[in-house]
């Protein structure tokens, strides 16, 4: 049993806490523009962070963004539930629960003790090259089913940028989980490629694309 925190209790709960402040927020009529205005500004950094497959070198960056998000929506949907219409107020509440509850039912499941599972990734190799470094993530979405994996991501980060992009991303096939995973680097044609080794078997490699 793990001696959990209270730091990692109220980090557990914050989700649950930015639904309050969202609650609180669209009660609020002072300042109603401005507000609109700082959410627009998140939701369209979160569009082309989407967009450009770009997040935050430090996760725990993106975990804080996240967050936002869910003050945002959260913002959205008690308004939906406060209409006078009863149908608009039932859809606002399915929709808030069935979106909440698709995001996060993860963060729920694995508890507080267990919680930086979820953005501690492991960089398992990585390659300078002038001003930009390419890196291969682990990353282990926490599932309950048999067919879970994990994945392996490729990212640049042009220094000193606080963002990465996701280049490739490849899923180690069952059987591989454990195995011991080697990484060889190539340069081809201006484009960095590694090559994913487990068993002495060359699984996958991933590759930089050309810019669009």
Known sequence: ???????????????????????????????????????????????????????????RYDLIFTQLLVWVFADFFWRMVRRKNRILRIAGLVIG?????????EWIIVGP????????????????????????????????????????????RVVPSFLEQRIDLFQVPEGYEAANLTFVWQRIEELETVQVIGNNDTLWTLTEKFPQ
């Open 1 to 59: 049993m793990h001696n959990i925190t209270s730091y990692q209790m109220l980090l557990w709960l914050t989700p649950v806490l930015m639904l309050a402040v969202g609650f609180l927020s669209s009660m609020v009529t002072r300042f109603r523009f401005t507000r609109y205005g700082i959410y627009c500004l998140i939701l369209f950094i979160a569009f082309l962070f989407d967009l450009q497959s770009k997040s935050f070198f430090n996760d």
């Open 97 to 105: 629960l069935v979106v909440f509850v698709w995001n996060y039912y």
């Open 113 to 156: 003790a267990s919680l930086n599972r979820l953005w501690n990734a492991q960089v398992l190799t990585e390659k300078n090259a002038k001003k930009t470094v390419y890196f291969v993530k682990k990353r282990c979405p926490v599932r309950f089913r048999k067919e879970s994996t994990c994945n392996l991501v490729l990212l640049k």
